[in-house]
Structure formats: C-alpha cells, structure tokens
C-alpha cells in the first residue's frame, strides 16, 4: 500500500477517499505526466489546426496583469506562463541538480563521467550540426534549439516498454537528462541574454544574497523564502536576463539534507505519545503543539525532496501541459518539414543527440573515465541517445527566445516532427534489443 493510500486509513474513511487516493496516486505516477502533456500538444494541434485557430491565437495574447498609480504590470497569457509559471518548472528542475549532486549518482564523479560525457555530447553534437546546415541564415540563432532533452516525455516512453527497460538504463538516462538541463540552463542564461539592466539584475542579486543569508541564519519559513524568490523572479524579469534563471538558482540554493535528525524525530514521537495518550482533551496550546508537530515531521525530509513531491503534480499536471497549449499550437503544412530551420532540428535531434552520445560515451569508457552500467551495452546505449532527441518542452522555449515569426512556427513544426521520430526511433531499439536478448 502506497503512502496516498495509507494516509486516509489513520483517518476516519469518507467516501470522498474512493475518489482522492487513486487521484492522488496517479498524480505521482510520473509516466502519468508525460500522458498529460501528450494530450495537451495534441489539443493545441488540434485547434492550431482548425476552424477556431484565430481564437486559440488570439486568447493567448490576451493582456493580464494589475497597475497601482502609474506602476503598469500587464503581459499576454503566454508570455506569464513562460517567463512566470515555467519559472515554477524551472525551480523543479534546479531541485533536481541539487538533489543528484548532492546525494545522486552525480555526486560521485565515477559514476556520473558516463552520464555527464554523454550529456556534453548530446548538446555539442546537435548543435553542431544545426550550424552547419544554418551558419549565415537568418534561422543561426537557433542553435541552442536541438540541445535539450524532454524527460517527461522520456520517462513516458520507458514506462511503455515496461520491464524491457533496465533500470540501469533507466538511471542513465535520468542522470543524462539532469545533466543535460544543466546545459540547457546555461545556454539560456548565456546564449540568449542580449541586453542586462544592471539596476534590476543588482536587485535580484540583493534578493538571492538575501536568501543565502536567510538560510544561514536558519530561517525555515517557506513564506519568507516565496517572497524573496518574488523579488528575485521580478529583479530577472526587468534585467533582461531570462527569468526563469530565478527558478533555477533558488532551486540550487534548497537544502538537500534534513534539518530534523531520525534520532531528535524518535525522541518528539514517544512526546507525542505521552501527550496524545494522556488527557488530551485537556492540554492546552493544542494548537500549537500540533502546528510544532507538523514542522518537525515536514523537517523528517530534506527541502528538495519535500518540494520536489510537493510541486511535481503542479508542474506535472498543470503547468507543462499549460506551457504546451500555449505554445505548441502551430498550422502544419507539408511542406514545412521541409524548411530548412526545421530539417536542421530534425537532423539535430534524430540524429546529432544520438550520435553525440554515443561517440562521448564510447571515449569516455574507451579512455577508462567511465564504464558502462551493468546490463547495458552500445545498442541500449543507442537506443536511449535517440529517446533523449525527445526535445519538446525545453527545445520549444528555446526556440521561443532564438528565432520569430515564420521561423518559430518552422522550428516548432521541426520539434514536433524529431521528437516522434525520436521516439518510435527509440522505442522500436529497445523493442529489438529486449528480443534479441531473450532470444
């Protein structure tokens, strides 16, 4: 029985329970997400592709925001949900690099030379071939586009094969894929900066000294650290450095180790105990003392994995497939798969990520920095290279910041097209590999 599961049998049953625990379970199953975010691009190429296509456009350029005096704060929908909402998606992400590098398998450098070699060759390798194809067009900025992997998407497709998967395949790509987001990360804040307002970039840098100091002084409130991380996200967005780098670096800054030891906990149970079984109903301050209660048992856990559980069905469930019905919608025409901007991902992403992990790997063990996991050879190796060209979310926000207009609809067209091929690439490679094993 699953910790959703058993948490209303300490409680009283209500018949609402029937409905919550299977939701709650299903809302942490993380192939789950990836289901979720494959209907919502397919709703947003569905009506993209319609007779309501104007209206689909047209709803999320809608202007949303407040003004106080002569203070205006108004932007379109899209542009809150990828510059605010996916700052949200960004913090997960950052959680996620602290946590592996921390207590992960990219915390012992042995471990993580093969998924880190294999990262650096899944993004210098699409890149290159990217620029090859577009080196003086006017698509060049798009670079960065065939860099990223989608993990939801990723997880979506192992979750397919099932058992045919080995977990050490499973941890590779995994790790390739954090990795792989910390490049991502770095070519978003790198690349794709033109201009800083050093007054707002001062001001968010304030907000994150203000943050490490916090932590240092033992603050805990997550209230306190919402507003900060407010001010920060604020302080980016006006800079002109993309503000989702917010997200990640108070992500990194989370504590990766619990702050409440397994002893001290024992020790506030039997208290517990001694209170709850004596009179109970005539202690006073019960409030307190269950609020106190509370903020020691949420302290059992270090704060990147209590908000990792916390905000993944937000993220998982909500703003992924927000971000891909606001940005996914695109008028498909034959004949774009044949624009150079999208040809140029399609051989980044089908091609170059696959090829570029497959060759940093094969140096890495070949120079004895590196081994490789154990029930997994070179065509399992392969075959995760090319799921990894499942680019989708971060590859369309990229795409978002580096190219416009008819290019962006090219480049978006392109994804879409690389990442199925990706896929079925992928899938159809571990479907062979498993037979021929068993055979």
Known sequence: MSEQERAPALMRAEPIHRLTVPFQRFLHVEAAGGVVLLVATVTALVLANSSAAESYAAFWKTKVGFEFGSFQFKHSLQHWINDGLMVIFFF????????????????????????????????????????ATQWGEP???????????????????????????????????????????????????????????????????VGVAVVVACARVGVRSFAVYTILGALIWYGFHESGVHATIAGV???????????????????????????????????????EKVQSFQAATREMVPPTEYLEHTLHPWVSFGIMPLFALANAGVAIRVSDLTSPVAIAIMLGLVVGKP???????WIAVTLKWARLPEGVGWRLITAGGCLAGIGFTMAIFIAGLAVEGELLADAKVGILGASLLAALLGLSLIGTSSRSSSA
């Open 92 to 131: 997960v992400v950052g959680l996620e690099v602290k946590r592996e590098l921390v207590v992960g398998e990219l915390r012992d450098m042995r471990r993580a030379a093969l998924p880190i070699a294999a990262a650096l060759g899944g993004m210098l390798v699409p890149a290159l071939l990217y620029l």
């Open 355 to 361: 090829v570029g992990i497959l060759l940093f790997s």
């Open 249 to 287: 670096i108070l992500g990194l800054l989370t504590p990766a180790r619990s702050y409440v030891s397994s002893g001290v906990f024992a020790e506030m149970l039997e208290r517990v105990h001694d209170v709850v079984h004596g009179d109970w109903e005539a202690e006073s301050h019960r409030a």
């Open 139 to 205: 698509g060049q900025r798009g670079w960065g586009i065939p860099m990223a992997t989608d993990i939801a998407f990723v997880v979506g497709c192992m979750a397919v094969m099932g058992s045919r998967v080995p977990r050490s395949l499973r941890v590779f790509l995994l790790s390739l894929a954090i990795a792989d987001d910390i490049g991502a990360i770095l070519v978003i804040a790198i690349g794709y900066t033109e201009s800083v307002d050093t007054t707002s970039l001062l001001l968010a840098l």
